[in-house]
């Protein structure tokens, strides 16, 4: 039981979505900690966090889920950079950030992506001169399958293109057993991101589909076999079709660069063909498993 003064508190409680809100007020008295760790008081903000990270610690997944549902990562990186916090609450704050985000979990990359645009505090803690700080990152990386050796390049995808990109480069590099659920849960969310995009206009397409994305999308997708290979074309197909704004040729120069577009040119073609000679006359499509992966990957590299 952790006690915060003279104060022990209660049994943690985690409803269930289905449970009705009075039951769950005691829950949401306990964790409205943003002021307290942007204050001044130290023992109050270090018995905070070790209230919040014991509540993660016990409710796992539903325990991580509620703090990013009620956008407390964001929190927790502001805090990381308040100009008077001390050692111990920098590493305290890792310690949290690294608990409450180490799960392979579709729901809770999404919410992660989508509430945190920047995390750079936390990867910055690899360039202290504190040993413990380093081993959280250090940590934090292996557990997505990356190795800290490549750290240079996972901070320059999460500095210069966000945290979406930067998890879709460490998709990417992962080489644990998860590897090809992590790139497909990614993949998702991508996709998920672009939808939205075009439903608020599609004006931010040129920003969000650059080079970084194309490559890393499409090499990520190259790595797990024809039904992930599928799935990114597909996904930049759309780019190219759906052009409400005229931003097609925009976004060909973006393929481009990305040295990808003689790909897509040469797998859209071999599809197309085999398509047609296994059913010519009819609107049957050729089974996933009825061709060679070999055969669209040779030449991928190449540009025209």
Not at 141 to 153: A, K, T, V
Not at 258 to 277: D, G, V, W
Request: proline content about 6%; charged content about 20%; hydrophobic content about 40%.
């Amino acid at each position: 039981m952790i006690v915060i003064g003279n104060f022990p508190l209660p049994t943690f409680y985690f409803p269930s979505p289905s449970d009705p809100p009075r039951q769950q007020a005691p829950y949401h008295h306990l964790f409205s900690p943003p002021a307290i760790l942007r204050g001044n008081k130290e023992d109050l903000i270090l018995s905070t966090i070790k209230v919040m990270t014991a509540f993660v610690l016990k409710g796992e997944h539903r325990g991580r889920m509620y703090l990013l549902e009620g956008a407390m990562l964001p929190e927790i990186i502001s805090a990381m950079m308040h100009p008077i916090g001390t050692q111990a609450r920098v590493l305290a704050l890792a310690r949290l950030f690294s608990i409450v985000t180490a799960e392979m979990d579709f729901d809770l990359l999404d919410k992660l992506i989508r509430t945190t645009p920047d995390i750079m505090p936390f990867l910055g803690l690899a360039k202290s001169v504190h040993e413990n700080r380093r081993d959280l990152v250090q940590k934090w990386i292996e557990f997505y399958g990356n190795s800290i050796i490549n750290f240079h390049d996972i901070y320059e995808a999460f500095a210069t293109y966000g945290t979406l990109n930067g998890f879709a480069y460490l998709a990417l590099n992962c080489t644990t057993p998860d590897a090809p659920h992590f790139r497909r849960m990614i993949l998702h969310i991508i996709v998920e991101y672009y939808k939205n995009i075009r439903k608020l206009g599609s004006y931010g397409l040129i920003d969000y589909a650059h080079e970084f994305l194309v490559q890393t999308v499409l090499e990520m997708c190259d790595r797990d076999g024809r039904e992930m290979i599928e799935a990114g074309v597909r996904f930049m197909h759309d780019f190219l079709v759906e052009d409400d704004h005229g931003q097609t040729p925009i976004l060909l120069e973006h393929i481009w660069n990305a040295k990808k577009l003689n790909y897509l040119i040469r797998f859209l073609f071999h599809k197309s063909m085999r398509q047609a000679e296994f059913a010519p006359t009819t609107q049957h499509k050729l089974s996933r498993k009825d061709w060679n992966h070999h055969e669209v990957g040779l030449e991928r590299d190449q540009v025209i």
